[in-house]
T-cell receptor, first 115, second 110 residues
């Protein structure tokens, strides 16, 4: 069965500083990996996804993530954080089935941005 | 706008009542889902339907009954609501890998 660990419950960074959110997964086969962002009171928005190929994937809002199979990690990064990035970030691992797919989510990391 | 939409956005009700949440997607996706996000923000899949057929049922109490009248709609009916049902319920759809989520329905059971 898949599982996802996000070790950091909260992270606080200064505006303009770089950001890295950690994600470790457990899955027996090649994983499909995702990062979603949830602003307060809002739904989940897909930031980026990894299926195969280049292990560094670019997403929306200037985010990127790197898949490292040897470390079972898919960490999210941004070189310069903006105040509007304050939100909760969820990493997810997916298993493709014959029909549809099942995403298992981590517990989330709350990002606070200080000015 | 192409999207996943849910109604209502907020639902406040008494214990023991029966309520429904509706979901519609106009993305042409074949598969739809219900996820529950609890008070600790933990997201867990409840159900998945593909072309109106149930394909994932994650040991959800049978007070929860999903219904898919067509592949663009997946409704969730909850009988005999309990305090522990208070959560945000997200509908999602997919075609292949990756899910697109609706805005969520915040259910509060008093």
């Amino acid at each position: 069965a898949q599982s996802v660990t996000q070790p950091d419950i909260h992270i606080t960074v200064s505006e303009g500083a770089s950001l890295e959110l950690r994600c470790n997964y457990s899955y027996g086969a090649t994983p499909y990996l995702f990062w979603y962002v949830q602003s307060p009171g809002q739904g989940l928005q897909l930031l980026l996804k990894y299926f195969s190929g280049d292990t560094l994937v670019q997403g929306i809002k200037g985010f990127e993530a790197e898949f490292k199979r040897s470390q079972s990690s898919f960490n999210l990064r941004k070189p310069s954080v903006h105040w509007s990035d304050a939100a909760e970030y969820f990493c997810a691992v997916g298993a493709m089935r014959e029909y549809g797919n099942k995403l298992v989510f981590g517990a989330g990391t709350i990002l606070r941005v200080k000015s | 706008d192409t999207a996943v939409s849910q109604t209502p956005k907020y639902l406040v009700t008494q214990m023991g009542n029966d309520k429904s949440i509706k979901c519609e997607q106009n993305l042409g996706h074949d598969t739809m889902y219900w996820y529950k996000q609890d008070s600790k923000k933990f997201l867990k899949i409840m159900f998945s339907y593909n072309n109106k057929e149930l394909i994932i049922n994650e040991t959800v109490p049978n007070r929860f009954s999903p219904k898919s009248p067509d592949k663009a709609h997946l409704n969730l009916h909850i009988n005999s609501l309990e305090l522990g049902d208070s959560a945000v319920y997200f509908c999602a759809s997919s075609q292949g890998i990756g899910l697109q989520f609706g805005p969520g329905t915040r259910l509060t059971v008093l």
